[in-house]
Nanobody
Framework: QVQLVESGGGLVQPGGSLRLSCAASGTIFSSCTMRWYRQAPGKQRALVAVITRGGTANDVDVVKGRFTISRDNAKNTVYLRMNSLEPEDTAVYYC???????????WGQGTPVTVSS
């Protein structure tokens, strides 16, 4: 069982930066592929970035060059560094864990990000 708790969201001006954190409980974090998703008002939840157990990271084109996903297995934490934020980045950001061992999937409760002047 894995419990995920996101933090770091808030209100930021366009062009600003935030770093989201997702802390995982349990002992299987290191066996999980970790993802960040976001859901904007009135839209479906969409993938933002993914990082494998070994640290290989990928992000989607809309955030490429602006967002960076990373993980610290010693701290059971995954991060999403967001730079050059735009109003279109406004959404609730969710952390997702997928265990490659058990094939179970876990979600955090989400942290809201608002980009506005």
């Amino acid at each position: 069982q894995v419990q995920l708790v996101e933090s770091g969201g808030g209100l930021v001006q366009p062009g600003g930066s935030l770093r989201l954190s997702c802390a995982a409980s349990g002992t299987i974090f290191s066996s999980c592929t970790m993802r960040w998703y976001r859901q904007a008002p009135g839209k479906q939840r969409a993938l933002v970035a993914v990082i494998t157990r070994g640290g290989t990271a990928n992000d989607v084109d809309v955030v490429k060059g602006r967002f960076t996903i990373s993980r610290d297995n010693a701290k059971n934490t995954v991060y999403l560094r967001m730079n050059s934020l735009e109003p279109e980045d406004t959404a609730v950001y969710y952390c997702n864990a997928f265990s490659v061992v058990t094939h179970n999937e876990y979600w955090g409760q989400g942290t809201p990000v608002t980009v506005s002047s």
